[in-house]
């Protein structure tokens, strides 16, 4: 069975830096583009970006870009989503999802990881 | 960036009834690059439609997908009771890829 297993949840303070993880197995992760969502308190969903795992080929939302970094390791089947200087308003839920197609982004999300929760307060 | 803007923002039904939940797209969807998904409490999303008709794996046939260009809805023919959930619709043929505001669907 497919699974997207997401590191546990992240208490920090501002300024702090984290990477959070998230590890595929039962599939061939390395060919599957993953994507990354943020989803605030009470809110919505939004697509901060997506890396295909094989070349590590990353794109970014311009309304995330320059404030994360997404990168993978193919050879543990892990993809990252990290932060050098965390804010308060970072506090969200962070999902994973693999692109359900092998080789292509223009696909949906079939597979989610179970969100890990980032809470930075001072 | 092409914004998605669904309504309404929250539809109070009753076990049995019909739901139709409304995605309009600021320019014209990609290939018809459209998705829906289901996110419960403490959950995460889970893909019921997309191409803008085809069910996901798994996905009960009272869920189904219309549309084309701007305008996708999706129905629920007849709620059952794991139904009332927030349903967000996703364009995936642009970059970026966006999500709309989300539609919840609550007990009367």
């Known amino acids: 069975e497919v699974q997207l297993v997401q590191s546990g949840a992240e208490?920090?303070?501002?300024?702090?830096?984290?990477?959070?993880?998230?590890?595929g197995s039962a599939y061939n992760f390395a060919n599957y583009w993953v994507t990354w969502v943020r989803q605030m308190p009470g809110k919505g969903l939004e697509w901060?970006?997506?890396?295909?795992?094989?070349?590590?080929?990353?794109?970014?939302?311009?309304?995330?870009?320059?404030?994360?970094?997404?990168?993978?390791?193919?050879?543990?089947?892990?993809?990252?989503?990290?932060?050098?200087?965390?804010?308060?308003?970072?506090t969200a839920i962070y999902y994973c999802a693999r692109h359900s197609e092998?080789?292509?982004?223009?696909?949906?999300?079939?597979?989610?990881?179970?969100?890990?929760?980032?809470?930075v307060s001072s | 960036e092409i914004v998605l803007t669904q309504s309404p923002g929250t539809l109070s039904l009753s076990p049995g009834e019909r739901a139709a939940l409304s995605c309009r797209a600021s320019q014209s969807v990609y290939s018809n690059y459209l998705a829906w998904y289901q996110q419960k409490p403490g959950q995460a999303p889970r893909l019921?439609?997309?191409?803008?008709?085809?069910?996901?794996?798994?996905?009960?046939?009272?869920?189904?997908?219309?549309?084309?260009?701007?305008?996708f809805t999706l129905t629920i023919?007849?709620?059952?009771?794991?139904?009332?959930?927030?349903?967000?619709?996703?364009?995936?043929?642009?970059?970026?890829?966006?999500?709309?505001p989300g539609t919840k669907v609550e007990i009367k």
């Open chain 1, 48 to 90: 901060m970006g997506i890396i295909y795992p094989s070349d590590s080929d990353t794109r970014y939302s311009p309304s995330f870009q320059g404030l994360v970094t997404i990168s993978a390791d193919k050879s543990i089947s892990t993809a990252y989503l990290q932060w050098s200087s965390l804010k308060a308003s970072d």
């Open chain 1, 102 to 119: 092998h080789g292509t982004s223009w696909t949906p999300l079939d597979y989610w990881g179970q969100g890990t929760l980032v809470t």
């Open chain 2, 48 to 71: 019921l439609i997309y191409g803008v008709s085809s069910r996901a794996t798994g996905i009960p046939d009272r869920f189904s997908g219309s549309g084309s260009g701007t305008d």
């Open chain 2, 77 to 100: 023919s007849r709620l059952e009771p794991e139904d009332f959930a927030v349903y967000y619709c996703q364009q995936y043929g642009y970059s970026p890829r966006t999500f709309g």
């Open chain 1, 11 to 23: 208490v920090k303070k501002p300024g702090e830096s984290l990477k959070i993880s998230c590890k």
